[in-house]
Structure formats: structure tokens, C-alpha cells
């Protein structure tokens, strides 16, 4: 049985939440890089994806596992986006997209509430846009270089994701460092800081006795 809006939310109540994070995109400036032929590859099928892609499980229990996983998350983020479809597309990409690139899906969603605050449309000062606040160069060395296909939801993420996991390679696993990267600002502690609260909002521990 999937938890309840109050039962999924209990662990949370001794964390940080919403109120210290802005509403402005946070994005740095990404550096334009040469890129290996499989980073290529990923982020060229992005841009012909169309519509949230479908999670597939090897058995009843995975399955099971993802479905309470996205009904805690959903809990969390209902007052971002309070339409349930909207909301399930969202998580069910975030999730895809995260496991595809071998990140951790909390990780994700605590750099996307730093960087667009949930907000599809977020554009910051330097440009980057989506949620992951993606820089437009990016489509310009995959693609056809139409930046507007960055507020695609599966393309953003995927891009998103795809580039994080590009700079977490090249940093040997070291996300601190790969998360600055990302932000345009390595070495420096603010953002990478910034996303590991945030990832906190977004750690799921798994137990379906207590449902």
C-alpha cells in the first residue's frame, strides 16, 4: 500500500526545506568542452525524444519499490507542482533519466531545486535554461543548436544528466568536484554545498513493511 501524503512526509520534518531556496535560476557558466562519442551519442537521441519515458522492471518488487518511491517524492513536491499528471511525468523522468546516467536520483532533484526551483521555464542571467539549467552551446555541439528544445522536459533531464555524469568521469567520482563543474565554479564550496542540503529534501529510504 502506497504511503500516505502524512505518513511519507514525517521523516522530513526535522530537515531543511523550502523556505531558504529563491525562486531565480542559479545556474554558473558551463564550459564549452570537447566531448567523448558516447556523450555525444546520449545527448543527439534526446533531442528526438518525445513524451516521459515508460520505467520497465524486472519484477513485482522493483516495481513496487519505484511505485512507493514516487509516491513519497510526489508528496514532497506537490505544492510545486500540484497537478498529479504533471507531477508523476516529471518524477517518472527525473527517475529514468538518473538511473540511465548511473546518478543518484536524489542528487538530481537537489540540483534541479538549486538550480530552477522546479521551474520548466527557468532562464538565468547567463542563459542556461529547464530545470537543470542546461547552457544552449550544449544543443549547438549535438544538435541543430535550437536551444528552445532545452525546455522539453526528457531533453533537459536528459542533457542535465548526461553532462553531470560527463564531469563526474572526468573528476574521477568525485561529485563535489563534479558538481562545480557543472555550475562553472570548480573548487569553490557554495554550490556544490548548496545541492548536497538540497539533496536531503530528497533522500528515500525504502520500506514497504511500514506502508
Known sequence: MLMSRR?????????PWWGGWAPAAHAGSQLEEPLADSVRTALSSAVQQQGAPVPEFSDTAARLSYLRWLAAMSDRLWHKKPEWLVRKEF?????????????????????IQVESNFR??????????????VMPFWTRVIGDGDAGKLFHLQTNLRFGCVILRHYLDREQGDVYMALGRYNGSRGKPQYPN?????QRNWVYNDAPNKA
Do not use: I, N
Open 120 to 133: 520548466k521555464f527557468a532562464v538565468s542571467s547567463v542563459g542556461a535554461r529547464g530545470y537543470m539549467q
Open 194 to 198: 548548496a545541492v548536497f542540503g538540497a
Open 91 to 111: 518524477l517518472q523522468t527525473v527517475w529514468y533519466e538518473s538511473r540511465r546516467a548511473g546518478l543518484d536520483t536524489s542528487l538530481v532533484l537537489g540540483l
Open 7 to 15: 505518513q511519507s512526509l514525517l521523516p522530513l520534518l526535522a530537515a
